[in-house]
């Protein structure tokens, strides 16, 4: 026969509830800025490949600008912002692989200097993550996130293999995603949760709220970086924005091509 005190609810069980919400609630909050972050990282790509030869060049005129006025003038104001003017397109270290194959230390490659001259050229390398490789990372970071880990062994394990899965969903590998997926459904079953004293939960708690604040951090400064506050203007839509961006900067461009040939005429 059961007894009264037998039916009572453990004290640590409303507490063990919270610390499992908590838990969820912040895995859920880890997708969501790492989902963002690989589009702040692959929109920065695509930005640096379509537009970086623009912006050079834009760069290159102000340079050109400022020393045809330096050199009809004489002026030493001018002079001085002709040499600053200059420094800023002077070939740097990496200048190639900062544009992917747009721009070499010499100049603008041919398919940049077609863009320019509003030929057709190669669109650049896409590596947006398809619906289907967003749908196996959620499912595989909601099933082996580390912070479910209750034992160091386990959370070792699981951080490795969620390490894989964040470069794969970064790479746009659906495939590899899907055999992380059949790896990790073969592996040892996730260990029973065992029961915690109140302090452990306490401290747990503490943590997830750490953990929550330092991630919205990352979040917020995702968001207000230049890349991120373009990419939230069209989320649904980043490659009509670099085009926008882009009729802009081919305007921008002719005119400083018409100031420069008045000052060189």
């Known amino acids: 026969m059961t007894t009264p005190e037998a039916e009572q609810p453990r004290p640590e069980e409303r507490l063990e509830q ?6 969820q609630a912040l895995i859920e909050f880890e997708i969501a800025v790492e989902t963002f972050r690989v589009e702040v990282e692959n929109f920065s790509r695509l930005h640096h490949q379509k537009l970086g030869p623009m912006y050079a060049r834009l760069d290159e005129l ?3 600008i400022a020393e045809a006025r330096a050199a009809r003038t004489g002026d030493p104001e001018d002079l001085r912002k002709a040499r600053e003017a200059r420094a800023q397109v002077q070939p740097i270290p990496g200048v190639e692989e900062l544009f992917h194959g747009w721009m070499d230390g010499g100049g603008l490659f041919p398919e940049a200097a077609a863009m320019l001259t509003d030929q057709s050229v190669r669109p650049p390398e896409r590596v947006r993550p398809s619906e289907e490789a967003r749908k196996l990372y ?3 970071a ?4 580390p912070d479910l880990a209750q034992q160091d062994e ?8 969620i390490t894989r899965v964040n470069a794969a969903y970064a790479r746009g590998d659906e495939a590899m995603l899907r055999e992380l997926a ?6 040892p079953a996730p260990a029973e949760r065992r029961p915690t004293p109140s ?14 604040e330092m991630l919205t951090l990352v979040a917020r400064n995702l968001e207000d970086s230049a890349i991120g506050s373009m990419l939230r203007m069209a989320p649904d839509d980043p490659d009509r924005l670099l085009d926008e961006i882009a009729e802009q900067l081919l305007a921008d461009l002719a005119a400083k091509e018409t100031e420069l040939a008045q000052l060189v005429g």
Request: net charge negative; hydrophobic share 40%.
């Open 18 to 23: 919270a610390v499992r919400a908590a838990e």
């Open 62 to 64: 102000d340079a050109q």
């Open 138 to 140: 959620r499912e595989l």
């Open 142 to 145: 909601r099933k082996a996130h």
């Open 154 to 161: 386990e959370r070792a394990r699981r951080e490795e293999f």
């Open 182 to 187: 059949e790896e990790w459904a073969a592996g």
């Open 199 to 212: 302090e452990e939960l306490y401290a747990r708690l503490e943590w997830l709220a750490e953990r929550k």
